[in-house]
């Protein structure tokens, strides 16, 4: 009908009514409006979450609060608007009510999580203005997420949200800016052929986070995070292409730079020490099963090349004047780092009786490798519920030190909004978020800072920066096994790397090379789904179990020292009735490290039982209860860097969470 007005309208059969061509530009505005509300789409979800966290043990500070609730209501709005079929926006708001504050919060802001202008012209071209995700490849655009071989679905659904605040997963990088693109198929010459334009800006010298995220604090405000701050940049370019059905080729062009008019200090000297970067890959593959036609049989080799050229200006203090002021030596020098993956995938699956998916791969990242863009991590490990009981004061009365870390309560809790009692841990007394999980993009001081001593050794200590990880040479291979319709599934893992280059050591007053870091990770896993081969069950009984060792080891007197870290996870998901399912889970870490031949140790535990209920589509209820336990030796030092003195404690959980998706 609204088509049929707007026809008559144009061909003007009814001009006779409408004659004052005001009248017909207020009936055609209008006509838009209502044409373009009929591509309003509006989703999202509510949530509710009641999380009681209760720490214990000798250790922790009896003069502070022992327990710690995160109580909150909220509802995210996902509205997208497309008046036509070129073009779409799209808002994602949060209204959020903090329980502990609801007598004190004076009104109820509205936080916007995402914002972007989308769009797909003539099928072929893309566009996102705002914020987007994107990846390119593992050596190029690439998030290094935290992988765990079979974790159980009570605790990976908790790191699923947990992750989701920050809207990171799946190795895809949140940025803000521009990103477009071509797709399309070139017959005869492309079966695929895609090509893009990618800008957009990785850290302001302007952020304020005062009442943020602390991780983003610690590494991405300019003021503190680095000693000479400026904005950094990201341009670049992507291709990937197929032809012939089967032969792949990509490249990839980014460059990072600061930008030194956004320098907040008042020494032009150090104005002139601007970082850039700039990362060049090549990626040539070939599908052999799909060119000769193979069915159910898939083999493919897979190649990236990557080089990186930092072309940094950087300069040294050589001494100091007559006036005492200091004397810097500038240099304007070009380093340059190679990194290169080959590897080989074979899958081949007969009916739903048996498959089997096998990957092998050799990575070759030298020392001088930069590239940030896939190299930061997007989990920094951090306390985060009882976050008040377990700091220490340092000189002056100052709480930054949090000790009583565990990799649990890192990976599986985040606080939307958190406001201490007090100030503490370097924050006044204001609402912050409380996360271990990051998007940002580090720079070469805080990638130095996090590998000596940011990382967290029992999910982290083999590859901290995910496949781009510098100065590491080696082998990779991964195998999985399905049988009965997939309702049997094994899995294996083995890494077997070495450092490409020893720290230089000195010996007889001469620079060497020294020992090579040898690091290893192992593991097997094992899921079954009883209901998939024995009718009774009528619904989901899943049993999964997993264990995966990794160590680093190096050798060299006067350096000498091995670490060891053992994950397990034990973890049953059974749907008892067509809502209602039992989840539980078992999560043991034993870590152990020896330096000189003093050795320390440390035990985490976790257990978690509880009910998943659906009360429809789309609408579910979690109850669980939990508690993690932790025995650390006098000399055990893990997460953050800091020592945990001997400090066992345990932490008991109560979370009850809803969430209603519409």
């Known amino acids: 009908m609204l088509k049929r007005i707007v026809t008559l309208i144009s061909l003007g059969l009814i001009s006779g009514v409408y004659a004052d061509q005001g009248k017909l530009d207020q009936i055609q505005k209008s006509l838009d409006n209502i044409m373009a509300k009929a591509g309003i789409s509006i989703g999202g979800e509510f949530r509710s979450q009641y999380l009681g966290s209760k720490i214990g043990g000798d250790s922790l500070d009896p003069s502070k ?15 997208k608007a497309r008046p036509n079929e070129a073009i779409s926006g799209r808002i994602i708001f949060r ?30 071209f893309r566009f996102s203005i705002g914020d987007f995700k994107e990846k390119y490849s593992p050596l190029t655009l690439w998030s290094p997420d935290i992988e765990l071989l079979y974790e159980p679905y009570v605790f990976a659904r908790q790191r699923e949200v947990a992750m989701d ?51 983003v604090d610690w590494f991405e405000n300019a003021k503190t995070a680095s000693k000479y701050p400026m904005s950094r940049y990201l341009v670049g370019s992507n291709l990937d292409m197929t032809f012939l059905k089967g032969v792949n080729f990509g490249a990839t062009y980014l460059f990072t730079f ?57 300069f040294d203090s050589v001494g100091v004047d007559a006036n005492n002021a200091t004397v810097k030596d500038f240099t304007d020098t070009i380093t340059s780092g190679l990194a290169i993956n080959l590897g080989v995938n074979f899958d081949m699956k007969t009916s739903d009786v048996f498959g089997i998916v096998f990957g092998a791969s050799y990575m070759m990242n030298s020392k001088d490798f930069r590239n940030a863009l896939a190299q930061t991590p997007s989990f920094i490990g951090h306390r985060i519920m009882n976050v008040e009981n377990t700091q220490i004061d340092t000189a002056g009365g100052v709480k930054d030190t949090v000790v009583h870390y565990s990799t649990f309560d890192a990976l599986y809790h985040s606080v939307f909004k958190f406001t201490p009692q007090k100030a503490s841990n370097n924050w006044v007394k204001a609402p912050f978020m409380k996360t271990s999980y990051y998007r940002g993009i580090m720079d070469k001081s805080a990638l130095n800072t996090f590998a000596s001593e940011g990382f967290d050794p029992s999910v982290q200590l083999v590859l901290p920066f995910g496949p781009a990880t510098p100065n590491r040479a080696g082998i990779s291979t991964n195998l999985a096994v399905s ?30 090379e020294g020992e090579k870091t040898a690091f290893m990770q192992v593991g097997g896993g094992l899921k079954v789904d009883f209901s998939k081969f024995i009718e009774v069950f009528k619904y989901p009984l899943e049993l999964s179990g997993s264990i995966v060792s990794s160590s680093a080891k190096n050798k060299q007197v006067g350096n000498d020292y091995t670490i060891t870290s053992n994950f397990k996870n034990l973890g049953l998901y059974w749907q008892f009735w067509k809502r209602g399912a039992l989840i539980g889970g078992l999560q043991l870490i034993s870590n152990e490290a020896e330096f000189l031949g003093i050795a320390s140790k440390q ?12 009360v429809s589509d789309g609408a579910a ?37 809803l969430r209603v998706k519409f």
């Open 165 to 215: 605040e920050l809207f990171i997963g799946d190795n895809y990088r949140v940025l803000q800016g521009f990103n477009l693109g071509f797709d399309a198929e070139i017959v005869p010459i492309f079966n695929e052929f895609h090509f893009g334009l990618i800008g957009a800006r990785l850290r302001s010298t302007e952020t304020n986070i005062q009442n943020g995220s602390k991780v």
């Open 258 to 314: 600061d930008h030194r008019g956004s320098y907040l200090g008042s020494d032009t000297l150090a104005r002139s020490n601007q970082e850039k970067v700039s990362i060049i890959s090549a990626r040539p593959g070939v599908d052999i099963g799909k060119i000769a036609g193979f069915d159910g049989i898939g083999l493919g080799v897979k190649t990236e090349f990557a080089f990186s050229i930092d072309d940094s200006t950087l």
């Open 603 to 614: 035990n985490l535990a976790h257990w978690t039982g509880g009910v998943e209920w659906k």
């Open 65 to 79: 609060r022992s327990s710690e609730t995160n109580e909150f209501t909220s509802v995210d709005f996902d509205i």
């Open 621 to 657: 209820i979690v109850t669980t209860v939990g508690q993690i336990l932790a025995d650390n030796d006098e000399l055990a030092s893990w997460g953050t860097g800091t020592s945990s003195d001997g400090h066992d404690y345990n932490q008991l959980l109560l979370d009850i969470f």
């Open 95 to 124: 209204m959020h009510q903090n329980w502990q504050n609801f007598f004190s919060d004076i009104s109820n802001p509205i936080y916007s999580r995402w914002i972007s202008i989308d769009g797909n012209p003539m099928g072929m």
């Open 483 to 512: 049988l009965l319709n997939n309702g049997i599934e094994l899995s294996g893992l083995l890494l077997a790397l070495k450092e490409a280059e020893g720290e230089s050591v000195e010996n007889g007053g001469v620079e060497v």
